[in-house]
């Protein structure tokens, strides 16, 4: 009779076997992890609807091959436990819209009717596909992380979006990581018959919360990194929660670049508890981590207070009058730089 851990075995050999299909399905490499992808759709908003988009295959004529380039990311935890959440969602993107042009948006804490708030809002509909236009990954959850990548930047640097897909962590609160790549240089011409396309692989997180030990940040960080490993180059951001010291050193020990530290060494960055509203001294929970790229500016985006005279208010905001924060959390943007070493001649 089979002991229990013949079982353990043989279920981890289904799942990489699992995962080995999926990635060659998908065309997207993918680590040797029990942690087994669950892949999504993108979606476009096209004749009043959002409906699924999958990339043109084919090559781009007039797209030349790219030695290097940038790209802004945008990261904000949006709060979901907050009321008024299309309102907050509605002042979180204005800020966005006013400070930069960002390529790619990367939400967590993402409410239904906040999700409902991002398909509605017409600049996103304009200009943004999008990881999710349902509430089919919510699940038991009452929030979720959001992907935003930019239509123009898709189109003016011949940007494929490959695949995306969500990881399960182990987690005490049911969290997963948001993954899907963009892929560069995939046109076929004279100048790149000796190259490959340029992978990027970019992960929204919101690890687990709260000071428990022990900590399950530290796996969770591991398996994101090891997706990272796998592609060749990447992004992890979102909200870190480094609550514990063993918190303190995961970036780092998984060969990842903490742009804020890379920057600005001498600048605490704190992005949460800043107004003082919380009981907690303030921190930097909400971090960009780069792996084979390199960060060429970043900062933080402030919150502004909204005026909620006649909406239905929590109980936090009517303590403290008829105003308040957006978000709990600052945002953060990131300006990633990355290049290729061109082939010597012959």
């Known amino acids: 009779m089979p002991s229990r851990e013949d079982h353990k075995f043989n279920f981890a050999m289904l799942s990489q076997m699992r995962t080995h299909i999926k990635a060659w399905w998908q065309q997207t490499p993918l ?46 935890n ?29 939400l967590q804490e993402v409410s239904r009717e906040a999700l409902a708030a991002l398909l509605e809002d017409s600049w996103v509909q304009q200009n943004w596909y999008k990881s999710d236009a349902n509430a089919s990954a919510f699940g038991n959850q009452k929030f979720i992380s959001i992907t935003l990548v930019s239509k123009v930047w898709v189109a003016t640097d011949g940007i494929l979006l490959g695949a995306i897909w969500r990881i399960s962590l182990p ?41 428990i030990n022990p900590s399950l940040r530290p796996h969770q960080l591991s398996i994101c990194a090891s997706y990272l490993g796998a592609a060749g180059r990447g992004i992890i951001a979102g909200d870190f929660n480094p609550l514990l010291p063993e918190d303190d050193d995961i970036v ?9 530290e890379h920057l600005h060494p001498n600048s605490p960055g704190h992005t949460w508890g800043v107004y003082g509203e919380q009981s907690f001294p303030p921190n930097r929970l909400d971090k960009v981590a780069l792996f084979n790229l390199c960060p060429l500016g970043m ?14 208010m929590s109980v936090d905001i009517t303590e403290s009058g008829s105003k308040a924060h957006f978000s709990d959390h600052l945002g953060l943007w990131c300006d990633v730089g990355w290049a290729e070493d061109r082939p010597q001649p012959q």
């Open 31 to 76: 680590p040797t992890t029990t942690a087994s992808p669950s892949f999504q759709k993108w979606y476009k908003f096209d004749q009043e609807r959002w409906i699924p988009f999958v990339s043109d295959q084919t090559c781009q004529p007039g797209i030349r091959h790219q030695w290097a380039g940038s790209f802004r990311l945008v990261s904000w």
């Open 78 to 106: 949006a709060n979901a436990d907050a009321s008024s959440p299309k309102s907050r969602m509605s002042a979180l993107l204005q800020v966005i819209k006013t400070t930069g042009a960002a390529d790619v948006i990367f």
């Open 171 to 211: 987690s005490r609160f049911g969290r997963d990581a948001l993954c899907c790549d963009l892929i560069l240089n995939t046109s076929s011409n004279k100048h790149t018959s000796s190259t490959s396309p340029l992978r990027i692989r970019l992960t929204n997180v919101h690890l687990d919360s709260l000071p």
């Open 252 to 260: 780092r020990t998984n060969n990842l670049t903490d742009a804020w």
């Open 299 to 312: 900062g933080i985006l402030q919150t502004s207070e909204l005026d909620f005279c006649g909406e239905a």
